[in-house]
């Protein structure tokens, strides 16, 4: 408790945005309502042993067993596909005879398992979350400004709520990434659409081929903002690997239910606002198309000129984010006192981004 309320302080006082996630989280340590969020249910008999591939560093002989590496699993956070919770519920399982006895002889130690428990909620990574633990529990931190402290979660890879990431730096999107195979296995059963979170789209443009008479022709990248409802909503999108449909070369779809609830139209398997597939690439792992040509006209024009079809959209897909970049050329006629049939072409560099929401599934109606 002494450990946990340290925390608490030291993230009010230098990464408040974090505060109130960690706060909420420790309020609901070990409660058994199931009318609140985070549920926490007791296992007298255990959990099955762990089995953890990413723990890369030698464990010292002393908590070895008979010369051999014994893991026991202390707590396991349920996915709500499997649990059957309501969406956005967590159960906990927890064995009581380990936390007791780390209460008891080690209370930092449970201190240590229970921000780690915390941290599944922002951050996907097993590793990275055991350095971001590592880190809250430090002395350094007492010490750091506040600016330090973010500038190191976030060159942890944590992606710290309302602080946002520049979403042009091809960096920007962390975890793992995903492979037709791990999003079957992550996101299992028939017709399920996996909230992947609210969209955020950014665009920036600039112009080539500027005639020598108009003024302030800016070659430079700009910041566009846009006007587009669609873009001005936040609205939940969704991603689904199990669509019925006949376009296996794009088995993905992303789409927005509120969305189209929103204009008036009903979820279907036949449609979304793209169409996605796999690639070999780890680094760009996946390409999409637009498929609702409601999106093209604001990101890229009134018209498809000069594209035949449109553009492919390349990115990434990982456990915690989904980024796609589109670049693209528009036509722009310019009137006024130029030369008859110059024209300004605009290139356009548009960013989609989504971040994770794990364990959150919608079935459609």
């Known amino acids: ?3 946990s309320e340290r925390i608490l302080k030291i993230l009010q ?33 255990g959990l099955v042993e762990l089995d953890d591939q990413n723990i ?3 464990i010292p002989e002393n908590c ?21 919770a309501d969406i956005g519920h967590i159960i906990y399982k927890f064995d009581p005879k380990i936390v007791d006895s ?34 809250l529990h430090s002395r350094e931190i007492e010490s750091m400004s506040s600016e330090k ?17 520049d979403l042009f730096d091809d960096q920007v999107c962390q975890g793992t990434p995903m492979t037709a195979q791990d999003l079957d296995t992550h996101y299992p059963g028939a017709y399920v659409l996996a909230s992947w979170g609210q969209i955020s789209i950014q665009q920036r443009q600039r112009v080539l081929n500027c005639p020598a008479p108009l003024k302030n022709c800016d070659t430079a990248w700009k910041d566009m903002v846009n006007s587009n409802l669609l873009f001005q909503d936040n609205y939940k999108y969704f991603l689904s690997p199990t669509w019925v449909d006949n376009n296996r070369k794009f088995p993905l779809k992303i789409i927005s239910p509120q969305y189209m609830n929103h204009i008036g139209q ?6 979304g606002q793209f169409a996605c597939r796999f690639t070999e690439d780890p680094k760009q792992n996946i390409e999409c198309k637009i498929i609702d040509p409601i999106f093209y006209s604001p990101l890229f024009g009134s018209s498809p000129e000069p594209f035949q079809e449109m553009p492919l ?7 915690e984010c989904f980024r796609l970049k589109a670049t693209g050329n528009t036509k722009i006629e310019i009137f006024g006192n130029v030369q008859s049939g110059e024209g300004q072409v605009r290139e356009t560099e548009t960013v989609f981004y989504l971040r994770a929401k794990d364990g959150v599934f919608l079935k459609p109606h």
Not at 31 to 37: G, L
Not at 266 to 271: A, E, G, H
């Open 1 to 3: 408790n002494n450990s």
């Open 149 to 165: 402290v973010i500038k190191t979660l976030q060159g942890m890879g944590l992606t710290i709520p309302d602080v946002q990431a």
């Open 64 to 84: 070895k067993k008979e010369g051999k590496t014994q893991l026991i699993q202390a707590v396991i956070r349920e996915f709500q596909s499997f649990s059957g």
């Open 56 to 58: 890369t560093s030698l």
């Open 266 to 271: 009903s979820v279907r398997y036949d449609r």
């Open 102 to 135: 780390l209460d008891k002889k080690s209370p930092l130690q449970l201190s240590f398992l229970m921000v780690h428990e915390w941290l599944w909620d922002l951050s996907q990574n097993v590793d990275r979350n055991r350095r971001i633990n590592r880190f």
């Open 13 to 45: 006082d230098k990464a408040p945005t974090l505060a109130p996630y960690f706060k909420d989280f420790r309020d609901l340590v070990f409660n058994t309502d199931y009318s609140k969020t985070k549920v926490w249910e007791s296992t007298p008999f």
């Open 313 to 319: 959209l390349k990115g990434i897909l990982t456990t």
